[in-house]
């Protein structure tokens, strides 16, 4: 084959995919003016046809999204596995004579100097 053949197989088959592009798509865009909303306001992450919860209503209730109530997400609250102790291991009176001790010997330095 030459080449000018091959350039004309190659615009052919671009045409013919030009002309099928429209009936392959099935978005209506038109659906998404009339509510002021984006494409996935009304269908899922894998795009159309796949509809969501509004888009199925949107779609069974005459193109409208009059009365539409969404459904409430029940969000459990997860059980704690085990018990996390928080704060420092020690006891009051570890903290308390360390703290006692520390003042005496402030006390008995400022007794010493001023003598």
Aim: aromatic share 6%.
């Amino acid at each position: 084959m030459n080449k000018k053949r091959i350039n004309q197989i190659i615009l052919l088959v671009a045409l013919v995919l030009l002309l099928l592009m429209p009936s392959l798509t099935s978005a209506r865009p038109e659906y998404a003016v009339k509510e002021s909303r984006n494409c996935p306001y009304c269908h899922t992450r894998d795009g159309p046809p796949q509809l969501n919860e509004i888009g199925v209503y949107y779609a069974t209730h005459n193109y409208s999204m009059e009365g539409y109530v969404p459904t409430p997400i029940a969000t459990p609250t997860p059980e704690p596995e085990k018990e996390i102790e928080i704060g420092v291991h020690m006891t009051t009176w570890d903290v308390g004579l360390r703290g006692l001790a520390l003042i005496l010997l402030v006390l008995a330095i400022v007794y010493v100097i001023r003598l």
